[in-house]
């Protein structure tokens, strides 16, 4: 069977699209420097497949490590190959991605996504492996007017995190222009990606204080810790942001669709928004969520956030198009998904030993 190297396995992200593989009989390398994530999230997973009886346990091998570390990359890809089952292709989601953090510290993102990125992508290409999805933002699109943007709309970050994002994926364009033209590669960019697996065995686990919304509105059920709501006087109807949030397994089902096309297709360069295409403000997600989990989630208008924009919602034509599939999962069920998490899981992995 397939095998394919998860980068960043560990996270909110890789770890849902690894117990997804994993189901769909792939078998998977993860590596992960834990910098920003657990290890117990692979531990969950392997939970998952026991509770299931699924003999899946040994197509899933984690490597502890840093893309910094060219040595590390290229022992993980010898491993494969001397078992006669080399890595087929890979998903790239290791990276820092706080937007704040990055404005404060441009070094250590370009270092992290920018240099890791290209240390796994010259590994790849020296132990002939040259297909690639590429975890992208939407933050590249940078604050625009456009009210569904498509992947040819502007491209204009507006902080460090989405200028190296949009780096990355210029390196992957002008190999794609290179003269052997062998490689198939995926540049997904994801808009809001919030909920958990169904199981509540696996979840968003932010290590250190979260920025983004869906955790937060998360601890101030919990806690009642009064939420910020970061501006009332957007030009929207409620007067706060709008955003398109998908479930957090629409986007692992995603990256399945975006790898099995790239296997099947000839080499090519393929950029995909990957989003709801459905705009839903803070107010409404609040809302939404109190309704679905009956609890109340206490919050008080403050004032803007610095480099936030109005409204990111994605046109997905072209996901829809070229996948032959959309996300389906709704906003309740992100809601509803997370709340469960967070309920068997009140202090995140660190409940568990
Ligand atoms: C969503 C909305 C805030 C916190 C960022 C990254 C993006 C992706 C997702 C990685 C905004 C409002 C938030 C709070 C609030 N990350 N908000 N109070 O900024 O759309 O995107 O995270 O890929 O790349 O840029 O997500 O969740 O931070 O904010 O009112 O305490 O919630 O103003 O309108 P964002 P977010």
Redesign the pocket.
Known sequence: MNRILITGGSGFIGSHTCLHLLSEGYDIFVIDSLVNSSEKSINQIKKFFKEEKNKVLNNLRFFKGDLKDKDFINNVFKVAQKENNPIKGVIHFAGL???GESVSQPLLYWDNNVIGSYNLIKSMSENDCRTIVF?S???VYGSSSIDLLREDSTLAPT?P??TT?LSVENLLKDINQSKNKNWRIAILR????IGAHKSGLIGENPLQKP????P?IINSAFTKEK?????NDWPTEDG????DYIHVMDLAEGHLKSLNYLIENDPQLLTLNIGKGRGIS?IE?IKTFENVNNISVPFEF?K??E???CK?VADNSKLKSILNWSPTKSLEEMCKDGWKWKNLNPKGYSEHN
């Open positions: 991605k706080a937007v975890s933002s939407a933050t902080n995190y989405g994002k994801y808009f809001n990606p920025n983004n919304i869906f937060i939420l910020k709501v970061f501006g706060t942001c709008i955003r803070v997600l403050d803007r956030r480099g936030d924009v990111l």
